[in-house]
C-alpha cells in the first residue's frame, strides 16, 4: 500500500491523558500537514511541515499540541492533558511540492475524550 | 478575514445534475479545490481550478470565476454512490487550504 497511513485509527482515552498518533506520508511526498475535523465541519488546519521543517502552526492551537517530523518521513502528533473538546478525527495529508499539490489524505485517527 | 461558504446540504434525484456553489474570500488565491468525503471515510481529490472556466472529468466538472470568487461543481447522471459531502478548499497566499465546512449531498432514488 503506497497511500498515507495513520496509526492508531481510533483512540479512546481519559480527560487529563496523553495521546500521540502517527502518520507516514506518500514516500516521496515532501509536504504532510495535520488537520482536525469535527462532525459536520471541514477540516480544520494545525500545522504542516516541509520535509522536517514545521512552517506553519495554526493560532488555534493551543501548547498541549506538538507536531514533529523528525526525519522527514514519518510524523507524531501529540496532545498533552486531553480536554473532552479534543474530540475530533485527526487527518493527516501528504503532497510533493509543486505547482498545485493535491493532498492526499490518510485514513485518519477518531479521539474519544471520555 | 478568509471564509468559504458553500449550503450546509442538498438533496437531488438519481440521473439528475446537480451543482453545489462555493463562494471564497481568501489572502491571496492559487487554486481552488474540490474533494469527495464520504461519512467516516478522508476526503478525496475530485479537481482543481486556478484558471477560469470549466474542467470538466467525466461525470464531474467544476468551474472558476476569479473575478467574482465563485466556483461549483456540476455532478452529472447522479448515482446512488455519489451521496457524500462535497469540500471546497481555497488555496491562499501561503499556498495553505482553507477550507469549506462541506456541502452533504443526499441522493433519492
Known amino acids: 500500500d503506497t497511500g498515507v497511513s495513520q496509526d492508531p485509527r481510533h483512540k479512546i482515552t481519559k480527560r487529563g491523558q496523553n495521546v500521540t498518533f502517527r502518520c507516514d506520508p506518500i514516500?516521496?511526498?515532501?509536504?504532510l500537514y495535520w488537520y482536525r475535523q469535527t462532525l459536520g465541519q471541514g477540516p480544520e488546519f494545525l500545522t504542516y511541515?516541509?520535509?522536517?521543517?514545521?512552517?506553519?502552526k495554526s493560532r488555534l492551537l493551543s501548547d498541549r499540541f506538538s507536531a514533529e517530523r523528525p526525519k522527514g518521513s514519518f510524523s507524531t502528533l501529540e496532545i498533552q492533558r486531553t480536554e473532552q473538546g479534543d474530540s475530533a478525527m485527526y487527518l493527516c495529508a501528504s503532497s510533493l511540492q509543486g505547482e498545485w499539490d493535491e493532498q492526499f489524505f490518510g485514513p485518519g485517527t477518531r479521539l474519544t475524550v471520555l | 478575514g478568509q471564509n468559504i461558504d458553500q449550503p450546509t446540504e442538498m438533496t437531488a434525484t438519481e440521473g439528475a445534475i446537480v451543482q453545489i456553489n462555493c463562494t471564497y474570500q481568501t489572502s491571496g488565491f492559487n487554486g481552488l479545490f474540490w474533494y469527495q468525503q464520504h461519512a467516516g471515510e478522508a476526503p478525496t481529490f475530485l479537481s482543481y481550478n486556478v484558471l477560469d472556466g470549466l474542467e470538466e472529468k467525466g461525470r464531474f466538472s467544476s468551474f472558476l470565476s476569479r473575478s467574482k470568487g465563485y466556483s461549483y461543481l456540476l455532478l452529472k447522471e447522479l448515482q446512488m454512490k455519489d451521496s457524500a459531502s462535497y469540500l471546497c478548499?481555497?488555496?491562499?497566499?501561503?499556498?495553505?487550504?482553507?477550507w469549506g465546512a462541506g456541502t452533504k449531498l443526499i441522493i433519492k432514488p
Open positions: 478548499a481555497s488555496v491562499d497566499s501561503n499556498y495553505q487550504l482553507i
Open positions: 511541515f516541509q520535509n522536517e521543517a514545521q512552517l506553519e
Open positions: 514516500s516521496e511526498h515532501n509536504r
